[in-house]
């Protein structure tokens, strides 16, 4: 069983085009993330939700916009793609906030704008 | 600007010897710390993680020691197997819901 799950894996879209990535968790985790890996490796955070309430908006265009319908499922979608945005997205839940949290991440999708 | 660096893109390391991964931080409020092991088209998964009340953890083949005063850490795998290579990601924060990640060791044992 795939405990942090998101779909498409891979996506390949043009310029302009909208897009959304799917993820769910079936660890019952009450807080959820987005993160991006960007062509150098880094891997930043985009968005956090506990309990479908954002709690960390970092300063990502806001081309990019998640939706939370409950808190297994945390939905990426990206208006307007740029080239820019072709990266590895990691969706990736925790079962709690603060010290000893542990992020459990999900395969990642590889999105490819052209 | 990067708060957290691992500043060696890549390791390799002959079976059973000691791997050694380093990871730097630049922020003092950074007190708590995981380390993330990554396979190719894998998401990360977590290994061991370090608070700063501590200066080593350890669970089994991995410990992690944390330096406070040289805002550094550490992981060691030893014996070191084929199965480690892998891509390890050091993280930090300073509240237990932000992370910083680094920018990965590319780890490569040798059989």
């Known amino acids: 069983d795939t405990a942090v799950s998101q779909t498409p894996k891979y996506l390949v879209t043009q310029m302009g085009n909208d897009k959304s990535i799917k993820c769910e968790q079936n660890l019952g985790h009450d807080t959820m993330y987005w993160y991006k890996q960007d062509s150098k490796k880094f891997l930043k955070i985009m968005f956090s939700y506990n309990n479908k309430e954002l709690i960390i908006n970092e300063t990502v265009p806001n081309r990019f916009s998640p939706k939370s319908p409950d808190k297994a499922h945390l939905n990426l979608h990206i208006n307007s793609l740029e080239l820019g945005d072709s990266a590895v997205y990691f969706c990736?839940?925790?079962?709690?906030?603060?010290?000893?949290?542990?992020?459990?991440f999900g395969e990642g999708s590889w999105l490819t704008v052209v | 600007d990067q708060q957290v660096k691992q500043n060696s893109p890549s390791l390799s390391v002959q079976e059973g010897r000691i791997s050694i991964l380093n990871c730097d931080y630049t922020?003092?409020?950074?007190?708590?710390f995981l380390w993330y092991k990554k396979y190719p088209a894998e998401g990360p998964t977590f290994l061991i993680s370090i608070s700063s009340i501590k200066d080593k953890n350890e669970d089994g083949r991995f410990t992690v020691f944390l330096n406070k005063s040289a805002k550094h850490l550490s992981l060691h795998i030893v014996p070191s197997q084929p199965g480690d290579s892998a891509v390890y990601f050091c993280a930090a924060s300073d509240n237990g819901n932000q992370f910083y990640f680094g920018t990965g060791t590319s780890l490569t044992v040798i059989p």
């Open positions: 922020n003092s409020m950074f007190d708590y």
């Open positions: 990736a839940s925790s079962q709690r906030q603060g010290y000893g949290n542990t992020i459990y």
